[in-house]
C-alpha cells in the first residue's frame, strides 16, 4: 500500500481514537501557586505531610469536660476560643466553656453542648446521662493522616482539591503546563460576526464555538484568526502557528474542492507527517490528524456542526491525554432509544437529548434534523447518540452508546 492509500484509508471512530492515544505527548510539568491551580491536571501524588486537625477541637460549643466525672454541677473556669489554648486544666469538678473549633484544654476528654446544660452563676449542671469520652471531640488527624495520598496525579484541581491543599499548607504544586491551541478558520466566504456578509459570504462560527469549546479544557489559546482559500498564504500561518503552539485546530478546507488546501500543504510538507484523513464517521467524514515534529494539527471539517462533533469525539479526548488526565473524553453510558432513529452508511454521532426517568433509566431521543450545517442540532442537546450503519431503523426502547456533553436532566416529559 503506497503512504497516499494508507493515510487515505477510511477509520471507524474507534481506529482513529486508537492511533490518536498512540501519537499522543505529554506535556511538561510546572509549579503554579493555589490562585491559579483551578481546572488544571495534577502532576504529583499529594501527600500530607501533617494531621487535620493538629489538635483534637470541638465540634460544638459547649463545655469541655472529663466524661467520668461524676459531679452533680461543675464550675466553669472560663472560656477557651477558637484559636486559643490554655494551662487552665480540667479535672473532677471543672469544666471550662469551649467553642466549636477550639483546641480541647488540658485533662478534657469530651464536650457537652450547651444546649444539654444549664448555667447557673459560675456553676454549669449537665442534662446528659452518659457523657462518652470523644463525644463532640474531633480527633488529631482524623480527616486527614500524615502519610496518607489525599490527591492523586491526573485529577483535575476543583474547589475541593483547592481547599484541601489549603488545609495542609501546599501552596505550590506541580500540574501539566497548558497547551498552547491555534484556531484557524479558513475560507475566502469567511467575514468577522460583527460585519455584513457581501454575496456568497458568511460569518465565521467555527472560530467562536472552538474557543468556547476549549474553555472547559486546561489550554491556553495562543491565537485566532481566518485564513484564505490561498495556498501560500494559508501554509504561512500554519507554519507560524506550528512554531509556536502545541495544537493546531484548522476549520475548513479539508474536503475536496480545488481550494481545500490544508490535506495538500499537510501531504507535502516533509516534516510533517499525516496520520488519517478520512473517517467513517457522519458528520466528519474529513477529520485529519497530522503532526509535525512539536506540533499536533486537527483538520477540523467546515460545517459547524462537523467542526463541534469532530472536537468532542477526538481532539478533547487527546488534550486530557495531553495533560495526563484521568478522565479521558466525554463520558460514555447506554440509553433507551424513545423514538425511532434512522441509521446512516457511516457511524452517526446524532446530537441527542439523554434524561433520567423517575426510576433511574436513561432515556433519550435525537434532537431533530441532523444536518451537519444546522448548529442548531446542539441547542438543548445534551449527548452523542451514537448510531452505528445497519439495515434496519433503530425502533424505540433498542439502547445505544450515548457521549454525553453534559448530565442528563430529569424527564419532564412523557417518553418513558
Ligand atoms: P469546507 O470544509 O471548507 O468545504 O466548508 C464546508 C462548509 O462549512 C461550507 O459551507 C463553509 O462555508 C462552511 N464553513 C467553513 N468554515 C466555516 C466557519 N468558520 N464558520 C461557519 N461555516 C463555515
Ligand atoms: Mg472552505
Redesign the pocket.
Known sequence: MSEQQEIDRMRTPEEALTILQAHTRRVPTEFVGLSSAHGRILAEDIIATEPYPTFPASTMDGYAVLAADASPWREVLGTQNAGETTDLEVTEGYCLRIMTGAPLPPGADAVVPVEATELADDHVVIHQEDVRVGQNVRPQGIDIAVGQKLIGAGTRIGAAEIGLLASIGRTSISVSRMPRVSIL???D??VEPEETPGPGQ?R????FTLAAMLASEPVEISWTGIAPDNREALEALLRERLASDDIVLT?????M?EK?YIKAILFDAEDIHIHFRRLYMKPGK?FTFAQSETATIFGL????VSAMATFDVFVRPVIHQMVGAHQVGLPNVMVTLTEEALPADRVEYQRGIVSVTASGELVAHANGDQRS?RLASYINANAYLVIAPREMPYLAGESVEALLISPPELTRDNHS
Not at 251 to 255: K, L, N, P, R
Not at 301 to 304: A, R, T, V, Y
Open positions: 478558520s479558513t475560507g466566504e469567511l458568511i465565521d462560527a467555527n472560530r476549520s475548513g478546507g479539508v474536503s474542492g481545500d474529513p471539517p467546515g460545517n459547524p450545517s
